[in-house]
């Protein structure tokens, strides 16, 4: 199985600050990799696939990128709404496998 | 608009089984791929089993030969059968649909299901 790691696991932050989370894949998945959001007691939300691919209705200050086994997930201008905890997941070949998360808190 | 409705999650003890039901409108589901996503209390994400658009399945490790996903095409309705529950199986259970064969990824959820097991 691939491994995703994510790091940090917890990122503290101020509405306003640019933030970059991490993402390694144990083994290269190409492009294959989406990010999520998810809000507590909510379902995940996709806001990134294919590495760097604004899914539909995602604010533009979300942004992803890399390739291979090492991705980011950028938020430019952090907002009130942004606080929250972010996956990553490949989806290169089956089990797909998520990161274990990043928490962002408000500083 | 596409909305996935699960139910079925509730108390079980170990060794028992369920089944949850994930009731979909606004997409086939016999057209394209479904799966289920689970996340027990206060931890990530686990992917744990798709169904094709041909029918054919896969599962997680942790649940293969225990559970098992289908549809029903009249019903536009997705399953998961769950068998020999065991205590690690506590989670949420959540439905997504899968975007198409090439972009595999999880783009509409449902609001997700509790299933327990207790010990």
């Known amino acids: 199985d691939i491994q995703m790691t994510q790091s940090p696991s917890t990122l503290s932050a101020s509405v306003g600050d640019r933030v970059t989370i991490t993402c390694r894949a144990s083994?290269?998945?190409?492009?294959?990799l989406a990010w999520y959001q998810q809000k507590p007691g909510k379902a995940p939300k996709l806001l990134i696939y294919k590495a760097s691919s604004l899914e539909s209705g995602v604010p533009s200050r979300f942004s992803g990128s890399g390739s291979g086994t090492e991705f980011t997930l950028t938020i430019s201008s952090l907002q009130p709404d942004d606080f929250a905890t972010y996956y990553c997941q490949q989806y290169n070949s089956y089990p797909y496998t998520f990161g274990q998360g990043t928490k962002l808190e408000i500083k | 608009e596409v909305q996935l409705v699960e139910s079925g999650g509730g108390l079980v003890q170990s060794g028992g089984s369920l089944r949850l039901s994930c009731a979909v409108s606004?997409?086939?589901?016999?057209?394209?791929?479904m799966s289920w996503v689970r996340q027990a209390p206060g931890k990530g994400l686990e992917w744990v089993s798709v169904i094709y658009s041909g029918g054919s399945t896969s599962y997680a490790d942790s649940v293969k030969g225990r559970f098992t996903i289908s549809r029903h095409n009249s019903k536009n309705t997705l399953y998961l059968q769950m068998n020999s529950l065991r205590a690690e199986d506590t989670a949420v259970y959540y439905c997504a649909t899968i975007r198409d064969a090439y972009n595999s990824v999880f783009d509409y959820w449902g609001q997700g299901t509790l299933v327990t097991v207790s010990s």
């Open positions: 606004g997409f086939t589901v016999s057209s394209n791929y």
């Open positions: 083994q290269s998945i190409t492009g294959w």
